[in-house]
C-alpha cells in the first residue's frame, strides 16, 4: 500500500520570505501522480499544484514551485514570497496511476507572520 | 467557473439516525469521489462512482452506501450514525483519463454532527 509522509507538523514563515514543506512518498509503482492540497480555515480543499511522476521537470504555479525527486521518492512544496492568505494546513498527496482514491499525508499547519 | 456543489452544508443528527449527503460534481465531470476527514485527521477515501458504476472502494463502513445517478449527481446513504461518524465530508469530482482534466477537485464539505 501506498503511504504518504509530512515530517513537519507545524511551520512558520515571515511574509515575503521563502518556506519549503517536506513530504516523502513510498510506491512500487512506476506511473502515478502528486498533489499539494491547501485547506484554510474555512476547510475548503484547495489544488496548489500537481505533479506526473514520468515528467522531470518541476512544476510551478506562480509562488508554488515543487522539488520532484523520483528516485528518493520525495516531493517537496516550495511557496515563494509568502503571504497572509498562504496560511493554511497543507496536504500532500499521492495517486496511482490505475486507482482513483488520493492518499493523504497527515499534513503541515502553516502560519504566516508579519 | 463553476464548482463541486455539496449539500446540506451542516447536518446535525441523533445517534442511530440516518443522513444522506449530496453532491453535484463540476458540469461534465463524470467521476465522483466521497472522502471523511475526522478532527485534526487527513481526509480518508471511502468510495468513487465512473458513469454510475462504483470505481473504486476504501474505508467505507457497511452502514453507508453510495450511489451515483444518471445526471452524475451522487449521494452518500449513512445509516445508524454513531458519535465517530461525524466528520467533514468531502465530495470531489474530475474527468478521468485527460491529463490535467483528471485532477480531483473538491466541494466545500458537509459538516456532520451527530449527537
Known amino acids: 500500500a501506498q503511504t504518504v509522509t509530512q515530517s513537519q507538523p507545524e511551520m512558520s514563515v515571515q511574509e515575503a520570505e521563502t518556506v519549503t514543506l517536506s513530504c516523502t512518498y513510498d510506491?512500487?509503482?512506476?506511473?502515478?501522480?502528486l498533489f499539494w492540497y491547501k485547506q484554510p480555515p474555512s476547510r475548503q480543499m484547495i489544488l496548489v499544484i500537481r505533479q506526473e511522476a514520468y515528467k522531470q521537470q518541476n512544476a510551478t504555479e506562480n509562488r508554488f514551485s515543487v522539488n520532484f525527486q523520483k528516485a528518493a521518492k520525495s516531493f517537496s512544496l516550495k511557496i515563494s514570497d509568502s503571504q497572509l492568505g498562504d496560511a493554511a494546513m497543507y496536504f500532500c498527496a499521492y495517486r496511482s496511476g490505475t486507482a482513483s482514491k488520493l492518499t493523504f499525508g497527515t499534513g503541515t499547519r502553516l502560519q504566516v507572520t508579519l | 467557473a463553476a464548482g463541486v456543489i455539496q449539500s446540506p452544508r451542516h447536518l446535525i443528527k441523533e445517534k442511530r439516525e440516518t443522513a444522506t449527503l449530496k453532491c453535484y460534481p463540476i458540469?461534465?465531470?463524470?467521476?465522483v469521489y466521497w472522502y471523511q476527514q475526522g478532527p485534526g485527521q487527513d481526509p480518508q477515501f471511502l468510495i468513487s462512482f465512473y458513469e454510475k458504476m462504483q470505481s473504486d472502494k476504501g474505508s467505507i463502513p457497511d452502514r453507508f452506501s453510495a450511489q451515483q445517478f444518471s445526471d452524475y449527481h451522487s449521494e452518500l446513504n449513512m445509516s445508524s450514525l454513531e458519535l465517530g461518524d461525524s466528520a467533514l465530508y468531502f465530495c470531489?469530482?474530475?474527468?478521468?483519463?485527460?491529463?490535467?482534466?483528471?485532477?480531483?477537485?473538491f466541494g466545500p464539505g458537509t459538516r456532520l454532527t451527530v449527537l
Open positions: 510506491t512500487s509503482e512506476s506511473d502515478y501522480y
Open positions: 458540469p461534465r465531470h463524470d467521476t
Open positions: 470531489a469530482s474530475s474527468i478521468p483519463g485527460q491529463g490535467l482534466s483528471d485532477t480531483q477537485y
